[in-house]
Structures are given as C-alpha cells and as structure tokens.
C-alpha cells in the first residue's frame, strides 16, 4: 500500500512558474514508477509526465515539454513537478501516482494523491 500527498500547488501568473511535490509512504517507493497527471473543469484526466522507479527514464506529455520537468528523491520518497513558462490552459487539480509501469494512462496506476489546485492567471 502507498499513500501519497501532494504540495505546492497555487495562483501564479501566466509566464510564472510552480514547483509541486508529491510525498510517498513506504518502503518500496523505488520499485514503483510515478506519474503527474491533470483534470480542468469539465475536461477529462490527462497524462502530464512519468519517471521510471530508477529516475533515469522521463516522459512527458507534448503540451509540457520543454517547459515541465519531473524528477523523484528516492532516498526521501519524493517526486517533483517543476513547472515553468506556465500558461492559463494549465490551470487543472495535479495528481500523483504511483504504479508498475511509467505508462501514459491513469489505469496503468495503482495509487493515487488527493490533488492540488495549480490556477495560472492571464
């Protein structure tokens, strides 16, 4: 069993930039890929970036890239979405997940965070 919880969402301005955490119970954390993923209002769940248990194989979705970076701590159980050059089509509840695979879609998850609200303004 994981538990997760997210940090660090909020408002910022577009252009701005955001640094959310998410922190994993247990002791097994580096076996487990983990994931970001995004809802909007009135949208449907995406996949925003994944990093293998071994943090040295990353993805992202295209809307992200270049501008969203993920990296994990394994020795503090911890992974982290450093988002930059933020834009008002990001504004979504960022979840975390964590699962066997560092898949693109939210079934290939077990475990899953609470959310956080990141709101980027125009």
């Known amino acids: 069993q994981v538990q997760l919880v997210e940090s660090g969402g909020g408002l910022v301005q577009a252009g701005g930039s955001l640094r959310l955490s998410c922190a994993a119970s247990?002791?097994?954390?580096?076996?487990?890929?983990m994931g970001w993923f995004r809802q909007a209002p009135g949208k449907e769940r995406e996949f925003v970036a994944a990093?293998?248990?071994?943090?040295?194989?990353?993805y992202y979705a295209d809307s992200v890239k270049g501008r969203f970076t993920i990296s994990r701590d394994n020795a503090k159980n911890t992974v982290t979405l450093q988002m930059n050059s933020l834009k008002p089509e990001d504004t979504a509840v960022y979840y975390c997940?964590?699962?066997?695979?560092?898949?693109?879609?939210?079934?290939?998850?077990?475990?899953w965070g609470q959310g956080t609200q990141v709101t980027v303004s125009s």
């Open positions: 997940a964590a699962g066997r695979v560092a898949g693109t879609h939210g079934y290939e998850y077990d475990y």
């Open positions: 247990g002791r097994t954390f580096s076996s487990y890929a």
């Open positions: 990093i293998r248990g071994s943090g040295y194989n990353t």
